[in-house]
């Protein structure tokens, strides 16, 4: 069963930034999608950005340009840097893993808070 570890959120002014990481065990990150999703207080989990094992993101309209996903396979980690942050990205933000076919089933990480406050 691989296990995710996430890490780096906290309590940021608007405008600032954070980088969350997400951290795997086992070997099939290289060949896995990953994901980085939020949820925020009384609405549903949406999607924020992920990356193919190729390398291909793709963003929510609502972080394009300020949020960047990337990974790094040597490590088995993948990372979320947040920049010009707003209030309404405040949220739980989960990492996900979405292994090749037949590699295993989706996990989800156990999340991290990120509020966005003056």
């Known amino acids: 069963q691989v296990q995710l570890v996430e890490s780096g959120g906290g309590l940021v002014q608007p405008g600032g930034s954070l980088r969350l990481s997400c951290a795997t065990s086992?070997?099939?990150?290289?060949?896995?999608?990953m994901g980085w999703h939020r949820q925020a207080p009384g609405k549903q989990r949406e999607l924020v950005a992920e990356?193919?094992?190729?390398?291909?993101?793709n963003y929510a309209g609502s972080v394009k340009g300020r949020f960047t996903i990337s990974r790094d396979n040597a490590k088995n980690t993948v990372y979320l840097q947040m920049n010009s942050m707003k209030p309404e990205d405040t949220a739980v933000y989960y990492c996900?893993?979405?292994?090749?076919?037949?590699?295993?089933?989706?996990?989800w990480g156990q999340g991290t808070q990120v509020s966005v406050s003056a």
């Open positions: 086992g070997s099939i990150f290289s060949r896995s999608i």
């Open positions: 990356i193919t094992s190729g390398g291909t993101t």
């Open positions: 996900k893993i979405s292994p090749g076919y037949g590699l295993g089933s989706t996990t």
